[in-house]
């Protein structure tokens, strides 16, 4: 049971796993972490050390001040994707952005870093 583990606190842990299925269920603490793209509809964004190492993050709440390049502070449950993409209801091209992660965060508090 992923979910009683010890919170993952570093998103390269995620991102340089060639099985992110591991951390299904996980809670994720990220303390720090650069945002690379916000969704129109606000509902998610994508973080990570550059635009190529990334994950995307749903939001709970719209977060107008968050922007490109701000660090967040994010806690959360790592989630499936999905093979199918048609299921989330955003843009066509944020969708393409989605088919490349096989896991994203179910952000449950997100907030503008403090560091």
């Known amino acids: 049971m992923n979910y009683q583990k010890a919170p993952l606190t570093s998103i ?8 992110p299925a591991v ?3 996980r809670t ?7 945002v690379q793209q916000v969704f129109a509809d606000g509902h998610f964004i994508v973080v990570g050390p ?9 939001v709970e709440q719209l977060h107008p001040e968050i922007k490109i390049g701000q ?14 993409k048609t299921q989330w209801n955003i843009a066509p091209d944020e969708k393409k952005a989605l088919t490349q992660h ?8 997100i907030q503008l870093s403090k560091q």
Not at 102 to 109: A, D, E, M, P, T
Request: no cysteine; charged share 20%; proline share 2%.
């Open 28 to 34: 994720i603490e990220l303390s720090g972490t650069t």
């Open 50 to 58: 550059d635009k190529d190492h990334t994950v995307a993050v749903q």
């Open 12 to 19: 390269s842990e995620l991102l340089d796993t060639n099985n």
């Open 23 to 25: 951390f299904w269920s």
């Open 71 to 84: 660090k967040v502070d994010i806690s959360g449950i790592i989630d499936p994707t999905g093979t199918d």
């Open 102 to 109: 096989s896991v994203f965060i179910q952000g449950r508090s």
